[in-house]
């Protein structure tokens, strides 16, 4: 199971964290991504990482204003989000994936999926 948390309402220019729990599971055996979904819209890649953490994978539109971590002692990643735009309000899906190479971090196939968390950015 896969718990994602952090979201919330913050004004332009400002951050939040995005924490995803990971229960069940040991993290280390996953590739972990976020992805992100607002109203209308389909649901887009925002960043990935690897089992290690030492490879990351971003979206061109959060590239430089978000970071991607992990602690696997605390089976948890997280997403670290700077510089946040209304464009960035959405609903933000942490997701696991035992079998994922670096090429196919964007793709949505992953195993399995977090229940979402609200991000608004208010102008």
């Known amino acids: 199971q896969l718990q994602a948390s952090g979201g919330g309402l913050v004004q332009a220019g400002g951050s939040l964290r995005l924490s995803c729990a990971a229960s069940g599971r040991t993290l280390s055996s996953y590739v972990m991504g976020w992805f992100r979904q607002a109203p209308g819209k389909e649901r887009e890649f925002v960043a990935a990482?690897?089992?290690?953490?030492?490879?990351?994978y971003y979206a061109d539109s959060v590239k430089g204003r978000f970071t991607i971590s992990r602690s696997n002692a605390k089976n948890t990643v997280y997403l670290q989000m700077n510089s946040l735009t209304p464009e960035d309000t959405a609903v933000y899906y942490c997701?696991?994936?035992?079998?994922?190479?670096?090429?196919?971090?964007?793709?949505?196939?992953?195993?399995?999926w977090g229940q979402g968390t609200q991000v608004t950015v208010s102008s």
């Open positions: 997701a696991a994936d035992k079998t994922k190479i670096y090429s196919d971090y964007p793709q949505p196939n992953y195993d399995y």
């Open positions: 990482n690897s089992r290690t953490g030492g490879s990351t």
